[in-house]
């Protein structure tokens, strides 16, 4: 009876949320329209909430540029299949009527410089401008560096090669192919390294809460040091915290920061999350900053996401996104709900709905891990609340300051994951 409650709430606040998604889009303009559809998504999506001072996130902006890049490939698809079906060339023009395969092509040969593209950084093939625009994307102490990577590799790279079917359809993809071989190649050696600056010399706001996640592309540890960090604050009212999470290793540990220099402990977490919060007595209180370095090459999948929401309104998530798609094997992926503008106001309570598309049920080794960050404690911190497995169909989690959800998956069998809804708490008081 619980579950089918539960269930029912949920079916409740989709109907509410598409009828709300129905009444605005009369007033919306038709692009609007039209990016909902190609995305698949039947519901408002969950708004990304970012505090900056952070290093650039490929991962995010890529996931948030999928649309276009997809559109620059449709586009390239077009143009290639009208070159190749007027060709002199049988097999050519064979070729530019199997647009399965022609797909398949395009996509491994123009898929980098359609991201590129889209990040607004391959306009032109003048390799010092998109190598300083680039650059900038990192932190200032690595910036001279990475443009310095970059301009040697585009001088030392030759032209691409052309061959057999593949050579004589990707010439749509070679002006710039130099030039995006050379920024995804500083975007690997970087991603492991990166900083975070926040309100460093300037005094934080009461009540502020924070959150970063770091990855450091695919790690098994970290190292990292405080370069500054100050706290006015004599009764624990501001907190810098670094929570180590683990593939399949719950509950979490979490490291407070109250002093410059190394900080212990981070050689075997798979990814870090970085939370800042303050009370109403921050006094003269300053932010912080942290340098990382990544360590080693894990296993965890590639298709391991992290998403920070504003839990404010109604908002909706599907995962995988995508209606047809399934998870992976050995994902670690991380959901956190912060407050509006990221700022925690007393009775601003929300609830987190949970429902299950499908997960592997046997002996939970595919689950969700819920913590719940408590701010009424002597330290203020996350805490470990439990898990939800395979066998769970519905769920409701009460959410009173910010919430993280950890999504773990083992070695064998995948699904269609799950689904994620938030609502103000008013909206439904069958929560646990």
């Not at 390799?127 to 910036?143: D, N, V």
């Not at 209606?323 to 987190?352: C, K, M, R, W």
């Not at 689904?419 to 103000?424: N, S």
Request: hydrophobic letters at 30%; one cysteine or more.
């Amino acid at each position: 009876m619980y579950f089918k409650t539960i269930t029912f709430v949920f079916l409740f606040f989709i109907s509410a949320v598409s009828a709300r998604k129905k009444h605005d889009s009369s007033s919306s303009s038709s692009s609007e329209e039209d990016d909902s559809g190609s995305r698949e998504m039947l519901f408002p999506r969950a708004r990304t909430l970012m505090c900056g001072g952070e290093p650039f996130n490929f991962q995010r902006m890529e996931m948030e540029k999928e649309v276009e890049i997809e559109e620059c490939l449709e586009t390239k698809l077009d143009e290639t299949m009208d070159v190749l079906k007027n060709s002199r060339r049988k097999s050519t023009r064979r070729l530019g009527n199997d647009e399965r395969k022609l797909k398949r092509l395009l996509k491994s040969e123009c898929s980098m410089e359609c991201k590129w593209e889209a990040f607004g950084l391959i306009s032109d093939d003048e390799a010092e401008t998109g190598a300083e625009e680039f650059s900038k994307l990192f932190p200032e102490g690595a910036q001279d560096s990475v443009k310095a990577e970059i301009e040697t590799c585009i001088k030392g790279s030759g032209r691409p090669k052309r061959k057999s079917s593949r050579g004589r359809m990707s010439g749509f993809c070679q002006a710039k192919k130099r030039m995006g071989d050379c920024l995804e190649k500083a975007v690997t050696q970087n991603s492991t390294r990166g900083g975070i600056a926040y309100k460093a010399f300037d005094p934080l706001e009461p009540n502020s809460r924070c959150v970063w996640t770091i990855r450091g592309g695919n790690s098994v540890g970290f190292t990292a040091s405080v370069l500054k960090i100050r706290s006015d604050s004599s009764d624990q009212d501001v907190q810098v915290i670094v929570t180590c999470l683990r593939h399949q290793d719950t509950p979490s540990r979490h490291i407070h920061l109250n002093q410059s220099g190394p900080v212990n402990g981070l050689e075997m977490c798979n990814m870090l999350v970085i939370t800042l919060y303050s009370g109403l007595n921050v006094g003269n209180s300053t932010g912080f900053i942290l340098e990382y370095e990544a360590l080693g090459e894990g296993t965890l999948s590639s298709k391991s996401k992290d998403y920070i929401f504003g839990a404010e309104g109604l908002g909706f998530i599907r995962y995988p996104e995508s209606v047809t798609d399934q998870y992976d094997n050995f994902e670690l992926s991380t959901f956190v709900f912060v407050p509006e503008n990221n700022i925690h106001v007393e009775g601003s309570n929300a609830d987190i709905l949970y429902h299950r598309n499908s997960l592997e049920s046997y002996f939970c080794h595919d689950n969700v891990n819920v913590y719940r960050f408590i701010s009424n404690l002597t330290v203020p911190t996350w805490q470990y609340e439990g898990r939800i497995c395979g066998d769970t169909e519905s769920d409701v989690i009460k959410h009173y300051d910010m919430i993280m959800l950890t999504f773990d998956s083992d070695y064998s069998n995948t699904g269609s994951g799950f689904q994620l809804a938030y609502t103000p708490s008013n909206a439904c008081e069958c929560g646990l």
